[in-house]
């Protein structure tokens, strides 16, 4: 089956989230930043870029039933206080609409806005068809003036089939350990994949796309490696201590966001390893869409037993202990590499 009509959509949904975060990255304020209930980090353009997208599927799938698996919802925008951030999302949406200029509307108003945002309350399952978006992945990374990622993916009966990855902040050239990138000077890119047509890049200001495949390195000591920037969503001493048995000998890179599994992709790095602390457990939105742009790209993508993630049990992701990312001919290795550290971690809990 071809998804070509869902993956046009879902590329101009994700490219205009892009433009509307780029906007406010610009001009950050710190009133627009907000706390949810489990202290991480939500801003307008987390919630300007889940309508957005919402609304832009709808208009270009008209005739589709539509079902969404979405971070974000609206019940902080509802309470007292939230109207002025409410007015400050919905003219970002309209601004954005407008300056693109694909749809003859009527601005939106702040309760079409409160409803596309909750439109992203399904919770997915093994039937049918749904799209699952994380607005902005890495928004501390967004914060810091780094990495993130508009990540958009469709699961259809318990899989995913396509998927989109913009990274606005994410240069069109390979990212190493050295650079410190500039946002000015980028257009960011936009990663693409369809089941059984492979992954494609190309700039976020639509230049022609590319395809790319992983690093088809075998050699561990050649293979440079992923985690999270932030030490509070990744083990990075059992990242280190995994590396170290593999033979790894480049220092990590560290990214916010689902750009890792963009860059991992066309090979900018080998492994990305994904270690949370204990307790966190993982949500598809997080995974979806960089799951299918690197194994489309000739990569695999388990957890840390080797089973490969399952996007249809819902809302979450039910999995051994942490992520694991790579090519075909390193993934052996690096899987008993993972479970050597994993048993020397458990025998020293400190790691
Ligand atoms: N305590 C946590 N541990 C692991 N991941 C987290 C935690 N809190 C939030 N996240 C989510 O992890 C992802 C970022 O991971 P990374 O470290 O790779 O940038 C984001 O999806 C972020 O959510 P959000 O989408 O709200 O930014
Ligand atoms: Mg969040
Ligand atoms: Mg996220
Ligand atoms: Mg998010």
């Known amino acids: 089956m071809s998804y070509e009509k869902e993956l046009k959509a879902a590329k101009k949904a994700a490219s205009l989230a892009a433009q509307l975060c780029q906007k406010v990255q610009k001009a950050l304020l710190q009133s627009d930043v907000h706390s949810k209930s489990d202290k991480s980090p939500v801003t307008v353009a987390d919630y300007g870029s889940q309508a957005l997208v919402s609304f832009v599927l709808g208009k270009e799938l008209p005739t589709d039933s539509f079902s969404m698996v979405a971070e974000e919802d609206s019940a ?38 409160l409803t596309a945002i909750d439109s992203g309350k399904s919770e997915g399952g093994p039937s049918g068809r749904h799209w699952v978006l994380d607005p902005i992945d890495g928004t501390k990374g967004f914060l810091r003036g780094d990495q993130y990622a508009i990540a958009l993916a469709l699961l259809d009966e318990g899989k995913v089939v396509l998927g989109v990855l913009a990274c606005p902040n994410l240069p069109l050239q390979p990212i190493g350990n050295s650079e410190k990138h500039s946002l000015q000077c980028q257009a960011g890119c936009l990663f693409f994949a369809e089941v059984g047509g492979g992954t494609h890049m ?11 495949h992983v690093s088809s390195t075998e ?25 170290t048995k593999l033979g790894v000998q480049a220092p ?23 270690f949370p602390h ?44 942490g992520i694991i990312v790579t090519n075909k001919k390193l993934m052996p290795l690096l899987l008993k590499a993972v479970r050597d550290a994993l ?9």
């Not at 916010?256 to 860059?263: E, F, I, P, R």
């Open 202 to 212: 190309q700039s976020l200001d639509g230049s022609l796309s590319t395809k790319v």
């Open 76 to 113: 902080d925008l509802r309470e007292d206080g939230g109207q002025e951030t409410l007015e400050r999302i919905t003219k970002l949406i309209n601004d954005t609409l407008s300056s693109d200029g694909s749809y003859d509307l009527s601005p939106l108003s702040g309760e079409d806005v």
């Open 219 to 243: 050699n561990p000591a050649e293979a440079s490696f992923f985690e999270s920037y932030e030490a509070a969503h990744s083990l990075h001493d059992l990242s280190s201590s995994i590396a």
């Open 343 to 351: 048993s020397e971690s458990q025998a020293t809990p400190s790691l």
């Open 278 to 321: 204990k307790g966190y457990r993982e949500k598809i939105w997080d995974h979806a869409a960089g799951c299918i742009v690197v194994s489309e790209a000739g990569g695999v993508v388990t957890d840390a037993g080797g089973n490969p993630l399952d996007f249809s049990k819902g809302r979450f992701l039910d999995l051994d202990t």
């Open 252 to 274: 990590p890179v560290r990214i916010d966001s689902q750009a890792k599994y963009g860059a991992l992709s066309r090979g900018d790095g080998a492994i990305y390893l994904r």
